[in-house]
Every structure is written in C-alpha cells, then in structure tokens.
C-alpha cells in the first residue's frame, strides 16, 4: 500500500491527510476525504501511531532485545557493538549502569516521536573488580578509576571503605548506581597499597587485566625449595661472568631481574658489552607445580 510505504520511508516523521495526499499526488476530492478515514483505521490496526490533530507517523514497530559489547566515551555516549558487526550509537543517559568492554542487553524505549536504543541490563561485566585510588571526604571517599577507558568515578561510604585512606589504590566491587545522574557505589575489596609504589603499581595493572597477582601457598612453597646451588654439571656447559663486572638497571624493589649488562675492557683495547638473558627455563621444569 502506498500510504505505509509512505510512512515507512519517513519512519519518524509525522504527516496529516492533506501532507499525505500531497505526497502522493492524489488530487481527487473523494479519495482526499476517504484518506482520513484510511489513516484513522491503519492507526487501529497499529500500522500507524495518531499523535492526536490530525496527524500520524509509522508505529514504532516493537524491536528485539539485541546484545553486544560496549564503549563509552569519557563524555558518556556509548557505542555497542552487535555480534554481527553492527554498530548501536547510544545517547549520553542510555548506558545504563555498563561500564567500558561489558556485554550488555539493548532495548528501544519511546522518546516523543523516536524510538531511541539504551541499556536494559548488563549481561556480562568485562572486570568483576575496578582498580581506583582513594580521595577520603570527611567519612566517605570516592574512588577514580586507573584505567581511562571507565567513564566515571565511584562514591565510597564509610562503611565500605575498610580502612583504606587517601591515596591509596584499591580494589572496588560496584554494588548499584540507580541513576546515571549519580555516581555508583561501590565497596572496597582489597587495598593494594600507596599509589607510586612500584610493587603496587604493578598489582594494580595486573588486577586491572584480571590476572592473579598472588600466588597459592602451594606455588609459593615450591618456588622456596628451588636450590640456589649452581652445580658443576651447569657450570660444565655455561660461560662463567660471575668475575665480570655485571649488573641490572631496575629498581630497588624490583624482583623479576630479567636482564643484565656487564662490561669490560679487552686485552686488545676497545670494550665488551654483554646482554646477560635469564634462563627461566633452568628454574621452570614441564610439569612442576610452578609449571
């Protein structure tokens, strides 16, 4: 019928009878009169939507739920994209209580004549915990998040705070945010340590990732009974420096001591520099607790 198809090329927009005959170039008196009739039925079957006056738009047909992963600018619009490769733009306000990477559920909710998409739900959160460092206020704190891609800070009560103080970095779990007008709240899980700390740095990134950042008391103990002794049988088939100047740029705290330089002068003049790569494989044997 030419009427919807009318209708359905301009979905969203609104017309009257006399907008609709114009359209399609009927300028028979009789058929102008029978149109408003036309529209007033297609309105009671739901193929058109009366705004009352006189005029009518497409019904907004109801659409299925769609899931898909999410971006959110730091401005607050969000980006969803489909498990088919289409992309949802989504309003600042609609983003619901999804945070940047979780999988979400998307519904289409009325706004005056549009039909506009928003956050129904969060399906899956990409972290169950949020990295933030502490600014204290009075007896409640907020919480801004390490990793920038998280659009929002994160109110802390007293309650929640578990001791943590200003200037810490923390672990968060969110607990509600019932209005994108306000900030979530969220309780502390695990104080990592004073933000600047390297060890805690390195925590921190490592908790952001989900990756463990301790170790089962199983793994500890069997990394303590690892023998320090270096045994004729390795010296046997290694270059011995142990006599040459060598050393690590890393910083007091530093455990993982990777690499190394050393350095000295040849017989013959100029310098050797050396590039001394741990064997963490002599340490890792295939099928050991540590493996």
Same mark, same amino acid.
């Given at each position: 019928?030419?009427?919807?198809?009318?209708?359905?090329?301009?979905?969203?927009?609104?017309?009257?009878?006399?907008?609709?005959?114009?359209?399609?170039?009927?300028?028979?008196?009789?058929?102008?009169?029978?149109?408003?009739?036309?529209?007033?039925?297609?309105?009671?079957?739901?193929?058109?939507?009366?705004?009352?006056?006189?005029?009518?738009?497409?019904?907004?047909?109801?659409?299925?739920?769609?899931?898909?992963?999410?971006?959110?600018?730091?401005?607050?619009?969000?980006?969803?994209?489909?498990?088919?490769?289409?992309?949802?733009?989504?309003?600042?306000?609609?983003?619901?209580?999804?945070?940047?990477?979780?999988?979400?559920?998307?519904?289409?909710?009325?706004?005056?004549?549009?039909?506009?998409?928003?956050?129904?739900?969060?399906?899956?959160?990409?972290?169950?915990?949020?990295?933030?460092?502490?600014?204290?206020?009075?007896?409640?704190?907020?919480?801004?998040?390490?990793?920038?891609?998280?659009?929002? @800070? =994160?109110?802390?009560?007293?309650?929640?705070?578990?001791?943590? !103080?200003? +200037?810490?970095? #923390?672990? &968060?779990?969110?607990? %509600?945010?019932?209005?994108?007008?306000?900030?979530?709240?969220?309780?502390?899980?695990?104080?990592?340590?004073?933000?600047?700390?390297?060890?805690?740095?390195?925590?921190?990134?490592?908790?952001?990732?989900?990756?463990?950042?301790?170790?089962?008391?199983?793994?500890?103990?069997?990394?303590?009974?690892?023998?320090?002794?270096?045994?004729?049988?390795?010296?046997?088939?290694?270059?011995?420096?142990?006599?040459?100047?060598?050393?690590?740029?890393?910083?007091?705290?530093?455990? @993982? =001591?990777?690499?190394?330089?050393?350095?000295?002068?040849?017989? !013959?003049? +100029?310098?050797? #520099?050396? &590039?001394?790569?741990? %064997?963490?494989?002599?340490?890792?044997?295939?099928?050991?607790?540590?493996?």
């Amino acid at each position: 019928m030419q009427v919807l198809d009318l209708f359905r090329r301009f979905k969203g927009k609104a017309f009257n009878p006399k907008q609709v005959a114009a359209r399609l170039n009927i300028v028979n008196h009789d058929v102008r009169r029978e149109l408003s009739h036309l529209l007033d039925d297609l309105a009671t079957a739901g193929e058109l939507e009366s705004l009352g006056r006189g005029r009518f738009m497409a019904a907004v047909q109801r659409q299925e739920r769609v899931e898909g992963t999410i971006q959110i600018t730091r401005y607050g619009r969000g980006f969803v994209m489909q498990d088919n490769g289409e992309e949802l733009s989504l309003t600042k306000g609609n983003t619901g209580s999804a945070l940047w990477g979780d999988r979400v559920e998307v519904e289409w909710v009325r706004r005056g004549s549009r039909s506009i998409p928003r956050v129904a739900r969060v399906v899956q959160r990409l972290r169950p915990y949020i990295v933030v460092t502490i600014e204290q206020v009075r007896d409640y704190a907020f919480g801004h998040p390490s990793d920038q891609r998280i659009h929002t @800070d =994160f109110f802390i009560p007293a309650r929640h705070l578990r001791g943590a !103080v200003t +200037g810490e970095k #923390v672990l &968060v779990e969110m607990l %509600d945010w019932d209005s994108p007008d306000d900030l979530p709240t969220a309780e502390v899980v695990e104080i990592l340590g004073k933000a600047g700390v390297h060890e805690v740095e390195m925590h921190a990134i490592l908790a952001e990732f989900g990756l463990p950042y301790t170790f089962p008391p199983g793994v500890e103990g069997a990394a303590a009974e690892i023998s320090r002794e270096i045994t004729p049988q390795e010296l046997a088939g290694r270059r011995d420096f142990r006599e040459v100047l060598t050393l690590t740029i890393d910083p007091e705290d530093a455990k @993982d =001591f990777d690499d190394a330089l050393s350095l000295r002068a040849l017989p !013959v003049g +100029g310098w050797e #520099v050396g &590039v001394h790569i741990a %064997d963490v494989t002599h340490y890792l044997q295939p099928g050991s607790v540590i493996d």
